[in-house]
């Protein structure tokens, strides 16, 4: 049974850091890329980066292309996200999901809510 | 978003309601890219369809999903009070990225 478990989140002023980070089991995480997706309160989906599988690749969103660094750690089943320059646009809560290979969907994690306020 | 949804749709129970997700021919016209997501409140998102028209096992034969051209459809039939929650769809954009629709709200008149 696939599971995915973010931590991380907290309380952070504009402009500091944060890294999140999300523990998978239940499935091969070396064969999957996987995703962060985030949700500001009251609104949609927001996709926000991908890694392959084996670190190589990784693909941003503009709204935070040269703020965040997604990484993962094959070796113990944990992916991450850092965030740098954190803006009060950036305040939601932010979903780890594994991309299911050739089936173009995600399973998802129940999410960390980052809150950027001073 | 590079993907439109209406939204908010209404239907009264057993009735049949549509959602629309309209975008591209590089991505919702390719149609086994499209995802859709149900979403209740304080909820993570469940897959409801996947490759545009394949429903999950343990999803409701009540949710379909359809194509055509650059729109796809989701379909929920038979609507019940439970269906009540946010949708999404969501495609890989063919290049980089990743795209979600802005979401439907459906309600259960």
């Given at each position: ?79 991450s996200?850092?965030m ?17 290979t ?12 980052v809150?950027?306020?001073? | ?49 996947h ?17 055509s ?12 009070a ?28």
């Amino acid at each position: 049974q696939v599971q995915l478990v973010e931590s991380g989140g907290g309380v952070v002023q504009p402009g500091r850091s944060l890294r999140i980070s999300c523990a998978a089991s239940g499935f091969t995480f070396t064969s999957y890329d996987m995703h962060w997706v985030r949700q500001a309160p009251g609104k949609g989906l927001e996709w926000v980066t991908v890694i392959s599988y084996d670190g190589i690749t990784k693909y941003y969103a503009d709204s935070v292309k040269g703020r965040f660094t997604i990484s993962r750690d094959n070796s113990k089943n944990t992916l991450s996200l850092l965030m740098n320059g954190l803006q009060r646009e950036d305040t939601a809560l932010y979903y780890c999901a594994r991309e299911v290979t050739g089936k173009w969907y995600f399973d998802w994690g129940q999410g960390t809510l980052v809150t950027v306020s001073s | 978003s590079a993907l439109t949804q209406p939204a908010s749709v209404s239907g009264s129970p057993g009735q049949s309601i549509t959602i629309s997700c309209t975008g591209t021919s590089s991505h919702v016209g390719i149609s086994n890219l499209v995802s859709w997501y149900q979403q209740h409140p304080g909820k993570a998102p469940k897959l409801v369809i996947h490759e545009g028209t394949k429903r999950p096992s343990g999803v409701s034969d009540r949710f379909s999903g359809s194509k055509s051209d650059n729109t796809a459809s989701l379909t929920i039939s038979g609507l019940q009070a439970e269906d009540e929650a946010d949708y999404y769809c969501c495609s890989f954009t063919g290049t980089t990225a990743w795209v979600f629709g802005g979401g439907t709200k459906v309600t259960v008149l």
